[in-house]
């Protein structure tokens, strides 16, 4: 498969919890990158974590990364109705262009 | 940041008909550019990556004369859907790497997508 697992694959929430969203991937990388997509819109870039990188924040975002278990998180404090979306891993591999590739997503819905 | 426009945003074609879609970098030059296709509720499949001046690279299983790749300039990359079908009606988005001081954070700035269908 080109795409890494993300769990869960839907995540709904009330507003002001927090979310965490998990994401795996199969081989080296030079960065991971976490987007958010509105439905039917264009991707919104949140954050970058390269490969030497254990943990990085950004407002409300915590991204953290494991290259020795392959796996990222990304957690949302204090969610907002506004953070419904769908959100995405993505990995740069090594060679290639730093060829991307998209994980399968987890849907966010936060309710208020 | 870096902006990557596509157009055009939305078409609607016949069946049998070709249609393009162009990706450009407007502020930045861009020697690798990525093609991802993607259906509704799923995530974003690579299709290709687009090389400045060279053959583009298709992924497995993406028919390379179906989805014509032509990156001809720094700025711009051309996905050109031949003989389209309904089948393959979809979200089309486009990415590019600046090639210039950021290509070291490897961030990709994506275009806003072009939403295809196929009657």
């Known amino acids: 498969s080109q795409q890494g697992e993300e769990d869960p694959q839907a995540l709904s929430i009330q507003e002001g919890e927090n979310a965490t969203m998990n994401c795996s991937y199969k081989t080296s990388i030079n960065n991971l990158q976490w987007y958010r997509q509105n439905s039917g819109r264009g991707l919104v870039h949140l954050i970058l974590?390269?490969?030497?990188?254990r943990e990085k924040h950004s407002g409300r975002l915590r991204v953290t990364l494991d290259t020795s278990k392959k796996s990222s998180s990304l957690l949302i404090t204090a969610s907002r109705a506004a953070d419904t979306a769908s959100y995405f891993c993505?990995?740069?591999?090594?060679?290639?262009?730093?060829?991307?590739?998209f994980g399968a997503g987890t849907r966010l819905f936060v309710k208020a | 940041g870096a902006v990557v426009s596509q157009h055009p945003s939305w078409v609607i074609c016949k069946s049998g008909t070709s249609v393009k879609i162009e990706c450009r970098s407007l502020d930045f030059q861009a020697t690798t550019m990525f093609w991802y296709r993607q259906f509704p509720k799923q995530s974003l499949m690579l299709m290709a990556t687009s090389n400045e001046g060279s053959k583009a690279t298709y992924e497995q299983g993406v028919e390379k004369d179906k989805f014509l790749i032509n990156h001809a300039s720094l700025t711009l990359s051309t996905l050109t859907v031949t003989s389209a079908h309904p089948e393959d009606s979809s979200f089309y988005i486009c990415s590019a790497r600046d090639s210039g001081g950021r290509m070291s954070t490897g961030e990709l700035f994506f275009g806003e997508g072009s939403r295809l269908t196929v009657l």
């Open positions: 993505a990995t740069a591999h090594l060679g290639g262009g730093f060829k991307t590739i």
């Open positions: 974590i390269r490969s030497n990188e």
